[in-house]
């Protein structure tokens, strides 16, 4: 332009001052270079945003705009997939659809930006005319490029082999709606799963698998069916240390691994795993009908499991609620009907189900009755009456079939298989049933109940529930939830006859099925409420499980199976210290500490200890101990300074203050004494040990340590050591709830007999 001698333009706020030579051009250049800002303005609205691995992007798209997103991959190799997930919601509530118009890729061959702004694209929503291209791997999987869509997400997986490589790319996503979207576009870089093919109704034994993943990979070939993943371990099912875990995804069209973090549902649990996935029930299963399993073995021994999976057209499923007011069901003979029970694993308490047939306690509430003591199997958290089976007239589920035969069949040949007096015993048994309607029409209903499978039977079913009477009770504890994301307590309920109890049995009868939740700290008083809520505070933003595994990875060589890490629960501890013993004065000492929380309970029982220690080898855990014994010595101490309009909390946690107890945690091995540096702990009055995990050697060790413990003192474990009963008495031994499930308790007494 004549006459311009200087132009200078700020980035920041797109202004721009100039001089001229001729000030006759001045006014021609103000207009060019109005021009000039609207071009660059426009240019910037349109250049590509930036998307990187492992982040999200966002964006908002108006009707018939395109978004464009640049990305640049560094590395990709064969064993490499390119994930993108495309979700796009509309800002409109009214809109119907919500999928993207269209959704487009291009590899920029080290051209100019600005010569990518509109390419000649390559369409990924529909990729049969593009360079994208299905690729069949060695095993005869076909790996197809189908992008599936799910509940308004896009996910595309992508591999070298549709033609994939290093080098940068143009994502774009265009609105052809009449409403805004608001996008958001992850990429990520993952490795591609080599899996093991399993087929329908097979069953893969697997042996000494580390504490890694091993993978499998199962078609679906009817969306209509209902997906049944089981893993069962294979020799010691009572440890966590060699207890498999289950892992499952469909994203990704199954060309990407399942992990710890990346999954869409899992099945933690101490025993056997399984996960049943509904096609209607279940939304997540909309996202594809290939699905990664992923199996990790045992966290600090080999494992040897077995991995069923099988499909089947899905049985009716009755979802219930949770309220009091009963609901009429009817019970057919030899037929099952299926329920599923919404449970809140936060919560700590527990559901109360009973089934009840109209006419024997018809109208009457759930009664606020005790728990049952019945013996459970380790880690299980349901609790029921089972006194059919208990007394012969049903036989145990582990050994029945049901292969073409009926229940009652089934039942009939179990008992053929009892030796001849049990056909006695039963008889007797029979005369001896109350009376009741169940009795008078010769159909007593058995609920059996799982928190995995979808459909329970006598032979899936992890427990069961039975009564002479008829009237069927069970306690389902929350806590056993957490170990799978459910959320759902599923059950089916059958009519049986027992044989010879009716000549005419009726082919059904008519129940009430009824809940209630009652949570732990309901069973508590006003104070230990208060109490019971500060010790939760306390410990909220400290995970112990977390700081255990920290530390235990840093130990390269010995037997790190009794460091496994367990906690107590108060309201249970809380009984358990009273039925030991406990008394004002005395010294608690908790061998194995962990964070505190022990001492801590013990501190808020009510109890007024003189001391109490924790004993703890990890350093980790000990400096956590450390901060929350500091911070509940503030606390207590807060609240005793408060004036006399303390609130009622305040007030019950001051009452603590002139006798709450040193709280100490002392870092070394318990099984040394001499390694603590001080007297060691058999000057105890109380002492606690969590051993379920502990090897035989170890706990007869500590057993033999205290020996030296006074005549009348405690030593409460979860296991007995062998021999004991020369030197200590049982005196007391119950279920508690720790924080794996209940488990059976013991309390012994140092006897008299000299150490």
């Known amino acids: 332009i004549g006459g311009l001698s200087h132009i200078s333009i700020d980035k920041e706020d797109h202004s721009y001052s100039y001089s001229a030579m001729d000030m006759d051009g001045a006014g021609d250049l103000k207009q060019r270079l109005d021009e000039l800002e609207q071009i660059t303005m426009s240019f910037l609205a349109e250049r590509p945003l930036e998307l990187t691995q492992s982040s999200d992007c966002f964006a908002d798209i108006d009707p018939n705009n395109t978004q464009e997103f640049e990305m640049f991959i560094s590395e990709f190799s064969h064993h490499d997939v390119m994930c993108l997930d495309v979700m796009c919601i509309p800002d409109s509530s009214s809109e119907s659809d919500i999928r993207p118009s269209r959704i487009y890729a291009n590899k920029m061959d080290h051209e100019p930006l600005v010569a990518t702004l509109r390419p000649k694209s390559v369409d990924i929503n529909n990729p049969g005319n593009t360079s994208f291209r299905d690729n069949t791997n060695a095993s005869g999987y076909t790996t197809p490029y189908q992008p599936s869509y799910f509940n308004g997400e896009y996910e595309f997986a992508i591999t070298a082999a549709h033609g994939i490589s290093p080098g940068g790319y143009i994502l774009s996503v265009t609105n052809t709606g009449t409403h805004t979207q608001s996008v958001r576009v992850h990429l990520s870089i993952r490795p591609y ?419 109490c220690i924790g004993v703890e080898i990890l350093p980790g855990l000990c400096e956590a101990a450390r901060t929350v014994i500091q911070n509940t010595k503030d606390i207590v101490n807060m609240a005793s300074k408060k004036g006399s309009e303390t609130p009622r909390s305040n007030t019950y946690i001051a009452s603590l203050a002139p006798n709450f107890p040193l709280l100490e945690i002392w870092e070394g091995d318990a099984s040394d004494d001499t390694s603590l540096g001080m007297t060691g702990w058999t000057d105890a009055d109380i002492v606690y040990v969590s051993s379920i995990c502990f090897p035989d050697p170890l706990l007869q060790k500590l057993a033999t340590l205290g020996r030296a413990l006074k005549p009348g003192s405690k030593f409460i474990t979860l296991k007995l050591p062998e021999n004991y009963s020369q030197h200590y008495d049982i005196t007391h031994q119950g279920w508690y709830k720790m924080s794996w499930g209940r488990v059976l308790v013991y309390v012994l007494t140092r006897n008299t007999v000299a150490a």
């Open 193 to 611: 799963v080599n899996a093991m093919p399993v087929q329908n109704g097979e069953t893969v034994i697997k042996r000494d698998v580390r504490c890694e993943f091993t993978y499998f990979r199962y078609v679906l070939k009817e969306p209509s069916h209902m997906i049944s993943i089981r893993v069962k371990p294979l020799g010691d099912t009572g440890s966590a240390n060699c207890d498999p875990d289950l892992y499952v995804s469909n994203k990704y069209s199954g060309l990407v691994c399942v992990d710890t973090e990346t999954y869409l549902w899992r099945s933690t649990k101490i025993g056997e795993d399984q996960i049943d996935i509904h096609p209607t029930r279940d939304i997540l299963s909309g996202r594809g009908s290939v699905y990664i399993i992923g199996v990790m073995g045992g966290k600090e021994k080999t494992t040897d499991f077995s991995l069923t999976v099988s499909s089947c057209a899905p049985e009716n499923l009755i979802v219930c609620s949770l309220d009091r007011s009963p609901t009429e069901i009817t019970v057919w003979r030899d037929k099952y009907q299926y329920f599923a029970l919404p449970v809140d694993a936060s919560k700590q308490g527990k559901i109360i189900m009973k089934l009840t047939p109209i006419g024997s306690c018809e109208g009457e509430p759930i009664e606020t009755e005790s728990e049952p003591e019945i013996e459970q199997q380790f880690g299980r958290g349901v609790y029921t009456e089972d006194t059919l089976v208990s007394t012969g007239l049903f036989a145990s589920s582990d050994s029945l079939s049901e292969g073409g035969i009926t229940m009652a069949q089934a039942i009939s040949n179990q008992l053929s298989d009892i030796p001849e007096k049990s056909s006695e015993t039963c008889d007797l048994t029979i005369r001896s049933v109350p009376a009741s309607v169940s009795k008078d029409t010769g159909v007593f209903p058995v609920v059996l109940l799982s928190s995995s499978c979808m459909f329970p039977t006598v032979n899936t079913a992890t427990w069961r529930a039975s009564a002479l009477s008829g009237n069927t009770t069970v306690y389902i504890e929350t806590d056993e939830w957490k170990y799978s994301d459910s959320g759902m307590c599923y059950f089916s309920i059958i009519g049986v006859t027992p044989p010879g109890l009716c000549s005419h049995p009726q082919l059904s009868i008519q129940c009430t099925l009824t809940f209630e939740e009652r949570l732990d700290d309901e069973e508590l008083d006003d104070e230990m409420k208060y109490r019971y809520q500060l010790y939760k505070e306390i410990f909220a933003g400290i995970d112990g499980n977390n700081i255990s595994q920290r530390e235990r990875s840093k130990i390269s060589s010995g037997d790190i199976q009794a460091l496994t890490y367990g906690e107590i629960e108060l309201p249970a501890f809380t009984k358990l210290l009273d039925a030991a013993g406990a008394r004002d004065g005395h010294l608690f000492v908790d061998l194995g500490g962990g964070v505190g929380k022990t001492l801590v309970a013990a501190a808020f029982s009510g109890i007024k200890f003189l001391r």
